[in-house]
Nanobody, 124 residues
Framework: QAQLEESGGGLVQAGGSLRLSCAAS????????MGWFRQAPGKGREFVAA????????NYAGSVKGRFTIFRDDAKNTVHLQMNSLRPQDTAVYYC?????????????????WGQGAQVTVSS
């Protein structure tokens, strides 16, 4: 079993930046695809970004492309989400997820492990 723990959430003004981190324990995730999802109040969970097990391929939701960057540090068993030019509509709980396969997916139920979530609030 892998345990995932997010950190780095908080309150930021529109236009600002935050970096979310997801630290894994219990299992080495270097060959696992990793993803970030988010859920805003009153809305369903949505895909944000994903990276393949090799780190060579990434995918982003259209709403964050060009503003967010996902990258992994396998030496530290960690994946990050750098969020720039934040907007109030980015406000949500952000979840880290790991898939026991090297190919990423944009579909949440294809992931096997989930963190508890980190709140990101962007004020206007």
């Amino acid at each position: 079993q892998a345990q995932l723990e997010e950190s780095g959430g908080g309150l930021v003004q529109a236009g600002g930046s935050l970096r979310l981190s997801c630290a894994a324990s219990g299992r080495t995730l270097s060959t696992y695809a990793m993803g970030w999802f988010r859920q805003a109040p009153g809305k369903g969970r949505e895909f944000v970004a994903a990276v393949s097990g090799s780190g060579g391929a990434t995918n982003y939701a259209g709403s964050v492309k060009g503003r967010f960057t996902i990258f992994r540090d396998d030496a530290k068993n960690t994946v990050h989400l750098q969020m720039n030019s934040l907007r109030p509509q980015d406000t949500a709980v952000y979840y880290c997820a790991a898939r026991s396969a090297p190919y990423y997916s944009t579909v949440g139920h294809n992931y096997d492990y989930w963190g508890q979530g980190a709140q990101v609030t962007v004020s206007s």
